[in-house]
């Protein structure tokens, strides 16, 4: 099948919303360490793992070894009967997560694992309400898109309520006037009271957050944002839900995960995505107070499956193995700085950001206006997909480049893809 036979018939057989990215969409057909090719043969650095999901690169032998060892000998037992893939994992995870998190629930997606946090935490204080930030993505469920705080995500009806948006910690454009994080007196923070004592019964379920806001641009908070914003929470009954779907497993830099750069306890905690290498995997890990609340009989049918569970205890071993937190806080760094000049060298870049391998630009037509720049943007693809790098986007204007390298790729992959970038941010300057 050609790569326009693919498009053609994605376009015709899927929904119509299941978008593609690029002007001539690419068609791959293997991956391979950091690297993908399309179906002509054409090699693309891969930039951003399928949103950060292949976390330590395509094919990884560690975690293919384990996929074929578990499907030879059981590849599905659902949660009725024991397995001691699951429970294995589910204890390595008690092991090594924050605080006293302790017993987990796993499921597939992000969507199902914010899901089920959500209900854990209503279940468990007999409250409704929760907090969500703007600019925030929490998954397509009816839930969990109600939580969103971006409108892209939103255009179904959504019959939700006790959900509630605060201010996000948007430093590069602080909704309360701070011109950068020197004069920051974390306002969007301490907001969450005011938006308590106004929009709930003045008690509330939880506050839920994005350790580092994804989707909305690789949002950064300022480092007592999360001590501020949880002590509001629990003064007002709310426990605290930690979404590391795409933080999680060492991208931060330094630490497993990323809320342990702020020096607080989730009593929820959510990931997905990288935990796997690519397999449909995620969890929801809770103190038992939380945990044994959750009431009646529940069931994810493919929550727990072994072959899933293989995958992530490979995944997760194969970085502590190859101590890729620490990887990601040195490769990090270099691409900040990378990033920092390239800030400098071209006026449309309005703001670099980021921690570890979670790294973003955002593109704007002016900086003292800071007008998005979509089209910036677009430029900047195409111009790196024909250098053979493959980008994500973000942002609820898209304008806003973000880059997912694998957790154990090393400078020279940093070279190569600013490189690329610098190219095209050329090629769109020209044109601004």
């Not at 018939?9 to 993908?36: C, N, R, T, W």
């Not at 949002?219 to 999360?226: I, L, S």
């Amino acid at each position: 099948m050609s790569s326009s036979e693919a498009v053609r018939k994605h376009k015709q057989y899927l929904f119509p919303a299941v978008s593609m990215y690029y002007q001539e969409p690419i068609e791959l057909v293997k991956g391979e360490g950091d690297y993908v090719w399309d179906h002509e043969g054409k090699k693309y650095l891969d930039c951003f793992g399928g949103v950060l999901t292949t976390s330590i690169g395509h094919a990884n032998p560690v975690v293919v070894d384990a996929v074929i060892d578990q499907v030879k000998k059981i590849s599905h037992t659902s949660t009725l009967y024991a397995s001691a893939p699951q429970s294995n994992l589910a204890e390595k995870l008690a092991q090594i997560s924050p605080g006293n998190l302790s017993k987990t629930f796993f499921t597939s997606s992000g969507t199902e694992a914010n899901e089920t946090a959500m209900n854990a935490a209503r279940a468990a204080t007999g409250r409704m309400d929760i907090i969500t930030l703007r600019h925030s993505y929490s998954g397509r469920s009816a839930q969990t898109l109600a939580g969103c705080g971006q409108s892209n995500w939103k255009k179904l009806p959504l019959p939700v309520s006790g959900i509630k948006h605060a201010h996000a910690p948007y430093c590069y454009r602080c909704p309360f006037g701070a011109k950068d994080n020197s004069n920051c007196s974390l306002e969007c923070a301490h907001d969450i009271e005011e938006l308590i004592q106004c929009e709930t019964s003045g008690e509330i379920a939880a506050f839920m957050a994005e350790t580092i806001i994804g989707s909305g641009g690789f949002m950064v908070p300022p480092k007592d944002y999360f001590k501020v914003a949880t002590g509001i929470a629990k003064k007002y009954g709310g426990l605290f839900i930690c979404d590391e779907v795409q933080a999680a497993w060492g991208r931060t830099g330094k630490h497993m995960f990323g809320i342990s750069h702020y020096g607080v306890h989730p009593d929820i905690m959510v990931s997905a995505k990288g935990m796997g290498n690519g397999a449909p995997v995620a969890m929801t890990i809770a103190t038992p107070e939380v945990a044994d609340k959750y009431p009646g009989v529940t069931f994810a049918t493919y929550g727990g499956n072994p072959v899933s569970m293989a995958a992530a205890t490979a995944t997760i071993k194969f970085v502590e193995d190859n101590n890729l937190p620490e990887n990601c806080a040195v490769v990090g760094a270099y691409l900040g700085e990378k990033f920092a000049a390239l800030k400098e060298k071209y006026a449309i870049i309005g703001d670099a950001r980021g921690i570890g391998m979670m790294q973003a630009i955002e593109l704007v037509k002016d900086r003292k206006t800071k007008e998005h720049n979509l089209q910036a943007v677009l430029t900047v693809f195409e111009e790196t997909k024909k250098r053979g790098v493959l980008l994500g986007r973000g942002g609820i204007f898209g304008n806003i480049i973000r880059t997912g390298l694998m957790l154990n790729a090393g400078k020279d992959k940093v070279d190569e893809m600013v490189e690329a970038i610098d190219a095209g941010l050329a090629l769109a300057s020209k044109s601004n």
